[in-house]
């Protein structure tokens, strides 16, 4: 039952008026990894532990049980909740925002959203605190269970982004984020952190808040962007961890600690604590872009840390968005530390001696439509009251209602997908569609954000494939390559995807060879580090009535 309210919102109030537009009914999608896995020797495990868009991790650890939240921005169900016992192995259990009426991020663009949640337990309660940027600002919601339900949003009087809750010993609460500077900004990119006292009984901020750091490690330096703020109790101490440099490749973590919660902070004398900048790029199992961390302690005392990085293929170009990586973290004469300056993340690494969780397979999932949609299935913003998803059990089928709203635009496409988690992997679907009118589509969306996605599907008597690579292309994409449709009924799709090239084939169901629509193309401008570095590749079902532009 836990997925049921994602179901219920994905389908958007199935007893809406159907679309004039013809429905695009799928029968199976399936999703398989093609590179080898390396082998990973007993005992250890390799990174990450949650591939794919998963960025902006948050951790907390309640009893032998530890929970995880990512951000999500436009893409709903947001904010997903996932759960281990030995920190490697992760299953979803909830969405923290899984209604329409919760937040309203509908309009946006993809890059716009739920930014960076930070998970406390604290009462006998799980909390949330959250920025939905340009869709109400910054708010806490609660659940008594991380499976949910998950309380509505109390909206928080305070501005700025990446709010965490810091509860104290003696009843108090805080509340650290990232906001502007005091005065005028020196420079682009000059942030601070600040912290503001909250009320969790009334639920809302108390007046008055404290400058933390100004800047970042050193304000003649000019730093940029720091944020994501925890702060940690141990002994005597209050450390603050917060991001800086950006999240791309000058991303890094730093550590400051003071005696009391208020401050004042000074700077550990190893900074940063976290950072891959300044390696040589020809380094193997190459990892970038570290940073926006939160850690834990076990109860041997021992601590972990979990952060965003990425997986380049090239350059600083990745399909895979920014993920969610483990580390062991030293203390080294009071100050902690995820890895030396100049020391690269390493490929594999010793488990955490915990409790085993069962393992979840990410190289490959087949979804034949016959339980109810597994919560890994998103859609872009906001449902409305338009039925676009109808799932029928008994017949193992997904249908997708068609609207004008195309996935180059600011509506509610009939779209849903599931994370790319893999450099090298192939989505595949059995598609039953007619086409009605000119511009009528339905088939594979790969999508990145409004300016950077792959179409492959059924239009006219064709099967098309479009490309849309910057914001000045048609909203539908640049044709790539069309053949004639294989047959008048049900036809397979495949989208193989391989670091920055990609193959589309189709075939008829009756007939086993694939047949190429077109050949190779360059999918490298789909990479996050061209759309705003934010997402990662969602692929799935999508369907868009003619006409639409």
């Given at each position: 039952m836990k997925h049921r309210a994602v179901l219920v919102a994905l389908a958007a109030a199935l007893a809406a008026p159907l679309a004039a537009a013809p429905a695009a009914r799928f029968d199976y999608v399936s999703y398989r990894a093609l590179d080898q896995a390396p082998e990973t020797p007993p005992g250890s495990y390799r990174n990450p532990v949650l591939p794919g868009f998963q960025p902006d991790p948050s951790i907390v650890k309640v009893g032998k049980d530890f929970y995880l939240v990512t951000s999500t921005f436009s893409w709903f169900p947001g904010l997903p909740i996932y759960h281990s016992t030995d920190l490697v192995n992760w299953q979803l259990v909830s969405h923290a925002i899984d209604r329409a009426g919760q937040v309203d991020f509908s309009g946006l663009g993809t890059n716009r959203g739920l930014f960076a949640p930070a998970i406390e337990h604290h009462a006998g309660k799980f909390w949330i605190v959250n920025t939905c940027i340009e869709c109400g600002g910054n708010y806490?919601?609660?659940?008594?269970?991380?499976e949910g339900p998950w309380s509505d949003p109390v909206w928080l009087d305070f501005g700025g982004i990446d709010p965490s809750l810091v509860f104290g010993e003696d009843g108090r609460a805080w509340i650290a984020y990232n906001d502007a500077p005091p005065g005028e900004p020196q420079y682009d990119g000059h942030r601070a952190i600040w912290l503001q006292e909250f009320d969790p009984v009334a639920m809302r901020m108390r007046p008055g808040r404290t400058l933390l750091v100004n800047g970042g490690l050193d304000l003649a330096d000019k730093p940029v962007w720091a944020e994501g703020p925890h702060i940690y109790k141990l002994g005597e101490w209050h450390y603050l961890m917060a991001a800086e440099g950006g999240t791309a490749d000058r991303h890094s973590q730093t550590i400051y600690r003071s005696r009391s919660v208020e401050g004042p902070y000074e700077a550990g004398p190893v900074n940063p604590i976290l950072s891959q900048r300044d390696l040589p790029a020809g380094r193997p199992d190459r990892v970038e872009a570290t940073g926006?961390?939160?850690?834990?302690?076990?109860?041997?005392?021992?601590?972990?840390?979990?952060?965003?990085?990425?997986?380049?293929?090239a350059g600083q170009s990745t399909l895979l968005g920014r993920e969610t990586f483990l580390l062991p973290v030293r203390w080294v004469d009071g100050w902690p530390r995820f890895l030396d300056p100049g020391e690269a993340v390493p490929a594999v690494v010793r488990r955490p001696a915990l409790l085993a969780s069962p393992a979840t397979d990410w190289r490959a999932w087949r979804d034949d439509f016959t339980a109810p949609l597994s919560g890994e299935w998103i859609g872009l913003r906001t449902p409305g009251p338009r039925q676009q998803v109808a799932l029928d059990r008994a017949a193992g089928t997904l249908t997708l209602l068609p609207g004008a709203d195309g996935a180059g635009?600011?509506?509610?496409p009939a779209f849903l997908g599931r994370r790319l988690r893999h450099h090298a992997a192939e989505y595949t679907t059995r598609l039953a569609f007619r086409p009605e009118r000119e511009g009528d589509f339905a088939g594979l969306l790969a999508f990145m954000d409004e300016s950077h996605f792959v179409t492959l599907g059924l239009e006219g008597a064709d099967v098309v494939l479009r490309r849309r690579a910057q914001p000045g292309e048609p909203e539908r994409g640049v044709e790539v390559a069309r053949i004639p449709?294989?047959?008048?009924?049900?036809?397979?799709?495949?989208?193989?995807?391989r670091g920055g090239s990609a193959r589309a084939f189709a075939r008829p169901v009756r007939s086993p060879p694939w047949l190429p629509v077109g050949g190779a193309f360059d999918v490298?401008?789909?990479?996050s580090v061209h759309a705003g570095l934010f997402t990662g590749l969602v692929v799935g079902p999508y369907a868009v009535s003619g006409g639409s532009e």
């Open positions: 806490v919601v609660t659940a008594d269970k991380a926006h961390a939160d850690m834990v302690q076990l109860d041997d005392g021992n601590w972990w840390g979990v952060f965003l990085a990425t997986r380049p293929f635009g600011l509506g509610k449709r294989p047959e008048a009924g049900e036809v397979e799709l495949r989208l193989e995807l490298e401008p789909l990479a």
